[in-house]
């Protein structure tokens, strides 16, 4: 059984940084396509960053392009988001998520192909 542990969650002014990171466990997920996707108050779950297994491919959500970075450390099972230039409109719920098949990408970052789910970190920033 996978779990996904998040941390690095935090109360923050705008135009400050912070790292998420995400712990997996009970499986290695080496050939897992892996993502941070976001939810905020009253809004559907968004996909903010994906990376291939291998960690050649990655794409971003456009508000978050220049200003996230996401990169991942398949020797320790563990996955990254450093986020820059924070904004109110960052403030959600993050979350961890592994494909449900190993050795692919499919490009998109949506949440519809992710099977393992972490239960999230919180984002909070303040203007």
């Known amino acids: 059984q996978v779990q996904l542990v998040e941390s690095g969650g935090a109360s923050v002014q705008a135009g400050t940084s912070l790292r998420l990171s995400c712990t997996a466990s009970?499986?290695?997920?080496?050939?897992?396509?892996m993502g941070w996707f976001r939810q905020g108050s009253g809004k559907e779950r968004e996909g903010v960053a994906c990376?291939?297994?291998?960690?050649?491919?990655?794409e971003y959500r456009d508000s978050v392009k220049g200003r996230f970075t996401i990169s991942r450390d398949n020797a320790r099972n563990t996955l990254h988001l450093e986020m820059n230039s924070l904004k109110p409109e960052d403030t959600a719920m993050y979350y961890c998520?592994?494909?449900?098949?190993?050795?692919?990408?499919?490009?998109?970052?949506?949440?519809?192909?992710?099977?393992?789910w972490g239960q999230g970190t919180q984002v909070t920033v303040s203007s």
């Open positions: 990376i291939s297994w291998s960690g050649t491919t990655t």
């Open positions: 998520a592994a494909d449900g098949l190993s050795s692919r990408y499919v490009s998109g970052c949506n949440a519809r192909n992710f099977a393992y």
């Open positions: 009970g499986v290695g997920l080496v050939r897992y396509t």
